[in-house]
């Protein structure tokens, strides 16, 4: 089929030489026929023939195909200079990429970002977004944030009913009733910080919070942003709160807040600070308008923070999210069992088992103790339920994994414990001040 049309096109080629359009598609069909040599040689002669610039964005298509991306890279240069065409800017992006120009990569994939915000690539977000973050189907993704509205509520969060007490009143009724809190002088703003060992629902309840008043859940890890696009940051931070206050109602999640410490090293030089100083005024909205978004946020090390975080109107409330204790960890239980097949199963004497287990780690026990029936099933036959021996034999193999964040944790609370604000850390530990 191609073949054919190559052939008719070259004919009528040579009874009109400069045609340029006859010559502009031929060059196109021999390039859609991977014929690439030959497609390069027409567009190199139709540079001849006009000034327009079709035959150079062919050319710079050719030499991508061909690899050549150096060459494919100074077209583009001259072509992007007085156009900032989507797909130029692409092709530019990925031909940087491949040509290992990492940085420059980025500065034209940030460009069609500005352009086109939610824009997803596989192979320019894998390299040069921020990698790792695993996404459900209806998540946009971009510069190392998701968006998305989650199907979990507080519902679906096993115990922790003091903290949803607590974002209820600081975040939730805020939100739902911003009229009311005006009325009575209030000001509604600044955020929540969770805190806590790993795995212990820190995210899920931040998402939990989000799906609970059918809001939009922006996450974002701050390490991501700050590695990533180095230089950037600022405006990165900036282009986060923005993409948060054109998604309202929304719950902008900020992980690994600790990034911004202030013992950081990199955070002491002038540029760390400005980073802070920036995301301070994000936080207090004065000169941008945060109504209807709730800003959590999260970390595992708040000993890290600096202490401007804490001034009233920012992350006034720091909220210590601890292992689950017995009654909460039955109900992780029954909620992660809840759809799967087993025998009647005694939750509370698992739970009793279960100390210092995180909900992260119940989740690993459940799955320990499902492959464990799997392999069962293939070596007899029979699909058999869990039960609540699988469950404890499981637990056996599988530690709790909070601990070492506590013997951590344990010496900021006795030496660094300014105004008891770890105190729920000793309570935990049932250590007397
Ligand atoms: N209270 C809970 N109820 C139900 N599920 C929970 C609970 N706590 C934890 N989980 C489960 O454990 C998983 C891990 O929790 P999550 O990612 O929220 O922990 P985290 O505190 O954010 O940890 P990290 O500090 O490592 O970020 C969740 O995806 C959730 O399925
Ligand atoms: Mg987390």
């Given at each position: 089929?191609d073949?054919?049309m190559?052939?008719s096109?070259?004919?009528?080629?040579e009874?009109?030489?400069d045609?340029?359009?006859?010559?502009l598609?031929?060059?196109?069909?021999?390039?859609?026929a991977?014929?690439?040599e030959?497609?390069?040689?027409?567009?190199?002669?139709?540079?001849?023939?006009?000034?327009d610039d079709k035959?150079k964005?062919?050319?710079?298509?050719?030499?991508?195909?061909?690899?050549?991306?150096?060459k494919?890279?100074?077209?583009?240069?001259?072509l992007l200079?007085?156009?900032?065409?989507?797909?130029l800017?692409l092709?530019?992006?990925?031909?940087?990429?491949r040509e290992k120009?990492?940085?420059?990569?980025?500065?034209?994939y940030?460009?069609?970002?500005?352009?086109?915000p939610?824009?997803?690539?596989?192979?320019l977000?894998?390299?040069?977004?921020?990698?790792?973050?695993?996404l459900?189907?209806?998540e946009a993704?971009?510069?190392?944030?998701?968006?998305q509205?989650?199907?979990?509520t507080?519902?679906?969060?096993?115990g922790?009913?003091?903290?949803?007490?607590?974002?209820?009143?600081?975040i939730?009724k805020?939100?739902?009733?911003p009229d009311?809190y005006?009325?009575y002088?209030?000001k509604?703003?600044?955020?929540?910080?969770?805190?806590?060992?790993?795995?212990?629902?820190?995210?899920?309840?931040?998402?939990?919070?989000?799906?609970?008043?059918?809001a939009?859940?922006?996450?974002?890890?701050l390490?991501?942003?700050?590695?990533?696009?180095?230089?950037?940051?600022?405006?990165?931070?900036?282009?986060?709160f923005?993409?948060?206050?054109?998604?309202?109602?929304?719950?902008?999640?900020?992980?690994?807040i600790?990034?911004?410490g202030?013992?950081?090293?990199?955070m002491?030089q002038?540029a760390?600070?400005h980073?802070i100083?920036q995301?301070l005024l994000?936080l207090d909205?004065?000169?941008?308008?945060?109504?209807g978004?709730l800003i959590?946020?999260?970390?595992?090390?708040?000993?890290?923070?600096?202490t401007?975080f804490?001034?009233?109107g920012?992350?006034?409330?720091?909220?210590?999210?601890?292992?689950?204790?017995e009654?909460?960890?039955a109900?992780?239980?029954?909620?992660?069992?809840?759809n799967?097949p087993?025998?009647?199963i005694d939750y509370?004497?698992?739970a009793?088992k279960?100390?210092?287990?995180s909900?992260a780690?119940?989740?690993a026990?459940?799955d320990?103790?499902?492959e464990e029936?799997l392999d069962?099933?293939f070596?007899?036959?029979?699909?058999?339920?869990?039960?609540?021996?699988?469950?404890?034999?499981?637990?056996?193999?599988?530690?709790?994994?909070?601990?070492?964040w506590?013997?951590?944790a344990k010496n900021f609370?006795l030496?660094?414990n300014?105004?008891?604000?770890?105190?729920?850390?000793?309570s935990?530990?049932?250590?007397?001040k």
């Amino acid at each position: 089929m191609d073949d054919q049309m190559i052939t008719s096109l070259r004919q009528a080629l040579e009874i009109s030489p400069d045609n340029v359009p006859l010559k502009l598609h031929l060059a196109q069909v021999l390039h859609q026929a991977n014929r690439l040599e030959e497609a390069e040689k027409e567009y190199t002669e139709l540079l001849r023939l006009t000034n327009d610039d079709k035959p150079k964005i062919g050319l710079a298509r050719v030499f991508f195909a061909q690899g050549a991306y150096s060459k494919c890279n100074v077209i583009l240069e001259q072509l992007l200079d007085n156009s900032s065409d989507l797909d130029l800017l692409l092709l530019h992006s990925r031909a940087l990429l491949r040509e290992k120009r990492i940085a420059d990569a980025i500065e034209v994939y940030e460009q069609v970002l500005e352009i086109q915000p939610h824009f997803q690539d596989e192979e320019l977000d894998k390299a040069l977004r921020v990698a790792g973050t695993i996404l459900a189907d209806d998540e946009a993704d971009f510069a190392g944030h998701s968006i998305q509205r989650p199907l979990v509520t507080f519902q679906d969060v096993g115990g922790m009913d003091a903290v949803k007490k607590e974002i209820e009143l600081k975040i939730i009724k805020p939100l739902l009733h911003p009229d009311l809190y005006k009325a009575y002088g209030k000001k509604i703003g600044g955020g929540i910080l969770l805190y806590g060992p790993p795995g212990c629902g820190k995210t899920f309840i931040a998402r939990a919070t989000a799906g609970q008043v059918n809001a939009q859940f922006i996450s974002v890890g701050l390490n991501d942003i700050l590695d990533m696009w180095i230089g950037n940051s600022e405006k990165n931070l900036h282009q986060i709160f923005e993409i948060a206050r054109q998604n309202t109602p929304c719950v902008l999640f900020i992980d690994e807040i600790d990034a911004l410490g202030a013992s950081r090293s990199d955070m002491k030089q002038s540029a760390g600070r400005h980073l802070i100083n920036q995301f301070l005024l994000e936080l207090d909205g004065v000169d941008y308008n945060n109504e209807g978004i709730l800003i959590i946020g999260a970390t595992n090390t708040p000993w890290h923070l600096d202490t401007a975080f804490r001034r009233p109107g920012r992350f006034d409330r720091i909220i210590f999210i601890p292992p689950p204790d017995e009654s909460a960890r039955a109900s992780i239980l029954r909620l992660k069992l809840a759809n799967k097949p087993v025998a009647s199963i005694d939750y509370e004497a698992i739970a009793k088992k279960l100390e210092h287990y995180s909900g992260a780690d119940i989740e690993a026990v459940i799955d320990l103790a499902i492959e464990e029936k799997l392999d069962a099933a293939f070596t007899s036959g029979i699909p058999e339920p869990l039960s609540t021996k699988d469950l404890l034999q499981a637990a056996k193999k599988h530690k709790a994994s909070t601990q070492e964040w506590f013997s951590k944790a344990k010496n900021f609370a006795l030496f660094a414990n300014e105004g008891g604000l770890y105190d729920d850390i000793l309570s935990y530990m049932k250590i007397k001040k």
